[in-house]
């Protein structure tokens, strides 16, 4: 199995992600916030600041796991962040 590596945004490779876990950070937009696109550079400031400061600290609780791919998006009323993670080896 591949280790896990830093990808740029247009590398294109198969990553298993079969033995990791998965954990799912999200923040929730108030209404003026409401049309954050779907890619965080688009977020406002304060939802970025939010979900920065959420992810530094889950990394910070699990010093023992790996992230693997990081995935983002947006639905209605909130943008996410999830984190395909395993044991550091």
């Known amino acids: 199995m591949a280790s896990c590596r830093p990808v740029g945004p247009f590398d294109k490779l198969a990553i298993d992600v079969r033995q990791c876990d998965l ?3 999200s923040v ?6 409401e049309q954050a696109g779907l890619r965080p550079e688009t ?7 939010a979900m920065d400061k959420e992810t530094q600290a889950w990394i910070a609780r699990n ?24 044991k550091r080896s």
């Open 63 to 86: 010093p023992d796991r790996v992230i693997c791919l990081a995935s983002y998006g947006a639905t209605a009323g909130a943008v996410y962040l999830a984190l395909h993670h395993k």
């Open 28 to 33: 929730g937009l108030l209404s003026e916030y």
């Open 43 to 49: 977020w406002p400031v304060p939802v970025r600041a």
């Open 23 to 25: 954990v799912e950070i």
